[in-house]
Structure formats: C-alpha cells, structure tokens
C-alpha cells in the first residue's frame, strides 16, 4: 500500500488539481497522507473509476497501467489477507473446542449425564427386546 502510494505521488502528484480555477480534488496524491487515502479508495473500489480517469485525463491514457496493477496486486494481497484471519479465527475455534471447554459432543455422551438414575436406565435396558414392543396389559 505504502508503494503504491509512493508511486502514485511520483505519477500524479499536484496533477488532480484544475488549472483553470486551481480547485483541486479530494482525491489526490499530492501529500502521502492524501496518496494513501486515494490508494485506499481504489482498493476498496469505492469511486475508483472517478480517481482513473482523473489520472488518464491529466496524464496519458498509460495511467490506467498503474491502476490495474494496484487493482491487481492490492487486491490479491487484501483477499489473501482476509482468508488468513478467517482460517486463524477458524483454527483458533477449533482449539478451543479440542480443549474441551463449551464442547457439545462430549454432553452427548452417555457417561457425560449428571443424573445418575437415567444413566442407570440406559444400561439396564434389555438389549435382545425388540424395539416395537406392546406393553403389557
């Protein structure tokens, strides 16, 4: 991110600004605090089409390379980035549940029950009966 917007300074810096009035716009790369804002936008995608053309019109149409290059690059290291939180968070879940805290296969296990008479109740069933049995009359 940091490159990018280093790069994006060298590129475009102080060229997003309108030479007839001498606005210039939000997005731009004229300090590094503005160039990262911009390099952010555009990884968010949010506008980003507004900042490339900005860029191809002040410049030459070879900014759009810069672009997709970020496009291309930021969003593959922001993608791998999220998918290594969310397998970190996932493995970290799984180590809990390994511990044996808050684990619920371990409360279907019928040594597991606190009442000691339902425990006793599953054992001394007849195992040779068969299940649909009529009670007796």
């Known amino acids: 991110k940091w490159t990018c917007s280093i790069l994006g300074m060298n590129l475009f810096g102080?060229?997003?600004?309108?030479?007839?009035?001498?606005?210039?716009?939000?997005?731009?790369?004229?300090?590094?605090?503005?160039?990262?804002?911009?390099?952010?936008?555009?990884?968010?995608?949010?506008d980003w089409n507004i900042v490339l053309f900005a860029g191809m019109e002040r410049t030459s149409h070879w900014a759009?390379?810069?672009?997709?290059?970020?496009?291309?690059?930021?969003?593959?290291?922001?993608?791998?980035?999220?998918v290594a939180i969310l397998v970190e968070?996932?493995?970290n879940q799984n180590d809990l549940f390994a511990d044996g805290s808050d684990d619920k296969k371990s409360s279907a296990d019928p040594s597991e029950y606190k009442d000691d008479?339902?425990?006793?109740?599953?054992?001394?069933?007849?195992?040779?009966?068969?299940?649909?049995?009529?009670?007796?009359p």
Not at 64 to 82: E, I, Q
Not at 127 to 132: D, V
């Open 14 to 46: 102080c060229k997003f600004c309108d030479p007839e009035t001498g606005v210039c716009d939000r997005k731009n790369f004229d300090s590094l605090l503005w160039a990262t804002v911009t390099v952010f936008q555009v990884l968010t995608q949010e």
């Open 89 to 91: 968070g996932f493995s």
């Open 117 to 136: 008479e339902r425990r006793d109740s599953f054992e001394s069933e007849d195992t040779n009966s068969p299940l649909c049995e009529s009670p007796p």
């Open 64 to 82: 759009a390379h810069y672009f997709v290059a970020l496009m291309t690059f930021g969003n593959y290291v922001l993608f791998n980035l999220l």
